[in-house]
C-alpha cells in the first residue's frame, strides 16, 4: 500500500510548559489547522491547555487508544522529541511502535542522558525503533554519531540567523538574556561571570527576561546578581 500522510501526532510530555517543546508543538499544530494533513498532539498530563485535537493520555487513555487504532502505518506518523514516548502506558506505546516514528533530538539530549538512568534501561534501548532522526545542530548529529548512529538528517532552522557577531562595545551597552534560568541544560551559570564584569566595568545590569515558575528553578539563588524582567 502506497504511504499517503494524512496525521501527523505529535508527542509531548506537557503543552502548559514555556518555550522548547511545548510551544513548538503548540505554534504547529495552530498553524496546521485548516491544512490537508490533520496534525494531533499526544500530551501525557492535563496540561489545562486548550488546544485543538490535543488529546491527553493521562485523562482519556480509552480515548487515545481508539484514536490510534484509526490510524494506519500507511496514512500516519509520529514525531517525538528526546525520550518524551518513553513516559507513556505500554498500551499507547504499543500502538504508537507500528506507525512511522521520526525521533526529533533537541540540543538537551546529551545533557539528559548524562543525567538520567535512560541508558540503563535496556529494554528501551534495544526496542526503540524510528524511521528518522532529525537534529537541530551539528552537536546533535555529533552526539548520535559517536553513539554509532549515523542515518541523520539536519533540519534547516526556520529563521535567517547572522553569519558574525555585529555587537560593537562602544554602541550596544546593553546585554539582556532571554530564556530560563538553567545552570545545566541551557549553561545559564555562563552569565554570573558576565554580570560581574559588567558590574566591575561600570555597565549597566544584565538584564534578564524569564519565567519565576518550574522553568528557572534557580532563579531565587541568582536574584543578588540579576534582575528579572516581567
Known amino acids: 500500500m502506497p504511504f499517503k500522510l494524512r496525521t501527523i501526532v505529535h508527542l509531548v510530555h506537557d503543552l502548559s510548559y514555556i518555550g522548547g517543546i511545548s510551544s513548538r508543538v503548540r505554534n504547529t499544530v495552530?498553524?496546521?489547522?485548516?491544512r490537508a494533513v490533520r496534525?494531533?498532539?499526544?500530551?501525557r498530563p492535563d496540561p489545562n491547555h486548550s488546544l485543538p485535537g490535543a488529546?491527553?493520555?493521562?485523562?482519556?487513555?480509552?480515548?487515545?487508544?481508539?484514536?490510534l487504532s484509526t490510524c494506519h502505518p500507511a496514512d500516519t506518523m509520529v514525531i517525538t522529541p528526546n525520550n518524551?514516548?518513553?513516559?507513556?502506558?505500554?498500551?499507547?506505546?504499543a500502538h504508537l511502535d507500528r506507525l512511522p516514528i521520526i525521533h526529533m533530538a533537541s540540543g538537551q539530549l546529551s545533557f539528559m542522558l548524562q543525567n538520567s538512568e535512560v541508558l540503563a534501561h535496556q529494554s528501551y534501548i534495544n526496542s526503540y525503533k524510528v524511521?528518522?532522526?532529525l537534529c537541530l545542530s551539528d552537536m546533535d548529529m555529533l552526539l548520535h554519531r559517536q553513539m554509532g548512529i549515523h542515518e541523520l538528517t539536519k533540519v534547516r532552522l526556520p529563521v535567517a540567523t547572522r553569519s558574525h557577531n555585529g555587537y560593537n562595545p562602544g554602541h550596544h551597552r546593553f546585554v539582556t538574556y532571554?530564556?530560563?534560568?538553567?545552570?545545566?541544560?541551557?549553561?545559564?551559570?555562563?552569565?554570573?561571570?558576565?554580570?560581574?564584569?559588567?558590574?566591575?566595568?561600570?555597565?549597566?545590569?544584565?538584564?534578564?527576561?524569564?519565567?519565576?515558575?518550574?522553568?528557572?528553578?534557580?532563579?531565587q539563588l541568582s536574584s543578588r546578581c540579576w534582575t528579572k524582567q516581567a
Open 39 to 43: 496534525h494531533v498532539c499526544l500530551a
Open 55 to 67: 488529546l491527553r493520555a493521562e485523562d482519556d487513555g480509552a480515548g487515545v487508544l481508539a484514536f
Open 30 to 34: 495552530l498553524a496546521a489547522q485548516g
Open 131 to 133: 524511521s528518522r532522526i
Open 178 to 219: 532571554v530564556g530560563r534560568i538553567d545552570f545545566h541544560a541551557k549553561g545559564a551559570e555562563r552569565l554570573v561571570p558576565i554580570a560581574r564584569l559588567m558590574k566591575a566595568r561600570g555597565l549597566p545590569r544584565l538584564r534578564i527576561v524569564t519565567t519565576d515558575g518550574p522553568n528557572s528553578p534557580t532563579y
Open 84 to 93: 518524551v514516548i518513553r513516559g507513556f502506558s505500554p498500551a499507547i506505546r
